[in-house]
């Protein structure tokens, strides 16, 4: 696998690369620009050479590859009965809503966090209780005593959690995890945990799944999950929720189907298999990669851009950089990395109004492309400092 492939993603309908300006290095949204593992790609040619692409359904081997997965990754026995569908995490987190809330009823997220989440709640005319998380000295953690307050209003009915966290790419401990388990209990709340980035976890740390180990949790929480960002096959659209309580199960199918979501696309399929079953070997490189990578980026800003602090990810393909020393507001700031170096980050703002001097940086590409951001980021930053002190 050469992971120092600059692959040419323009014209091939990558929301990453269809972008109007010329010469844009995209370091934004959170897909990976390397190929996937060779036996994704495998089965994916045995599946179009067979020619006929009509309806799919789920086999055993596919519930099994998951089932497997996650025995290997977490030690975690998971019954097949609670493996739903999903063509994505927010589809089912939005119909998981459509089931547990009503108009008026209050959802609690941990900010700044993935953006879709806010439109997700609102979607359903439900209320957004932030539980900011605080940030000192570059790190992370949760405020639980806000936490505990805001779960205790009558209308507060369920907490979407972040695990580990996107963007500030937090792993949360064992016991952060029982103390959200408890405080969701002792209110009544219902928890949907997004572990989109389990897999993605860096050295020294571990991804514990929400219910692993607690029964207590069982019945009230649901685990969202995937191999689209662990094998960079989101366009496959297969996404799982395990749901364990049988009665939101069969409720969250029934909507499912009502939607018309419920079959899954022929090729993800046979994706999802591949990489549950063999992909586990270009996963041990990418982390490699990823880990170089993120050293590469947390060190240049170290020694070339004191404006900027990388805060240290734990987990994901991702890097939240603390902006606040350039003295620009939320839009301004990535409008001077888009126009004055031509590098396209998230924003962070978008992530909630505690991200406003932030941006997401995606460093999940050749090291050649990340170098030649940052080296432009260097560039523009060095020009304000002349000009500052002109």
Known sequence: MNWNDCIERSNTHSVKWSFPIEDVIPMCIADMDFQVSPAIVEALNRKAQHGIYGYSTFSERYFNSIISWWKKRFNME?????IS??????????????VLTKPGDGV????????????????????????TLLYKDG??????????????????????????HNPVGRVWTR?????????????????????MHGDLVYEGYEH???????????????????????????????????????????????????????????????????AYEEGEPWLRE???????????????????????????????????????????????????????????????????SSGNKFVRMNIACPKERIDLALRRMHQVILEQRINQHA
């Not at 569908?85 to 459509?98: A, K, Q, T």
């Not at 997220?109 to 932030?130: A, D, K, L, R």
Request: hydrophobic share 40%; proline share 5%.
């Open 85 to 98: 569908f999903s063509p994505g995490i927010i589809p089912g987190i939005n119909v998981l809503l459509s």
């Open 286 to 352: 990418l982390q490699m990669v990823l880990e170089e990578n993120k050293q590469y980026v947390l060190n240049y800003l170290e020694q070339h851009l004191p404006e900027l602090k990388g805060i240290v990810p734990q987990a994901t393909h991702l890097i939240w950089i603390d902006c606040s020393k350039l003295g620009m507001e939320s839009e301004e700031l990535c409008t001077f990395f888009l126009e004055k170096a031509k590098v396209k980050f998230d924003e962070g703002f978008k992530f909630g």
């Open 108 to 131: 609690i997220i941990q900010s700044p966090v993935y953006y879709p989440f806010y439109s997700t709640i609102e979607n359903h005319g439900c209320s957004i209780i932030n539980n």
């Open 175 to 195: 016991d952060e995890l029982e103390r959200i388990g408890d405080i969701a209990l002792r209110h009544d709340l219902w928890v949907i945990s997004d572990e």
């Open 208 to 274: 514990i799944p929400l219910f692993k180990n607690n029964d207590r949790i069982l019945e009230k929480s649901i685990l969202c999950a995937a191999p689209s960002k662990t094998f960079n096959i989101a366009g496959l659209q297969t996404s799982i929720l395990l749901i364990p309580n049988k009665d939101l199960r069969d409720q969250y199918n029934e909507k499912l189907t009502g939607f018309g979501l419920m079959r899954p696309n022929v090729f993800g399929i046979e994706g999802t298999i591949a």
């Open 139 to 164: 790190e992370y953690s949760i405020d639980f005593q806000d936490l505990e307050e805001k779960a205790r209003h009558a209308k507060t009915k369920l907490l979407i959690l972040c695990s580990p």
């Open 78 to 82: 998971i019954n097949k009965d609670w």
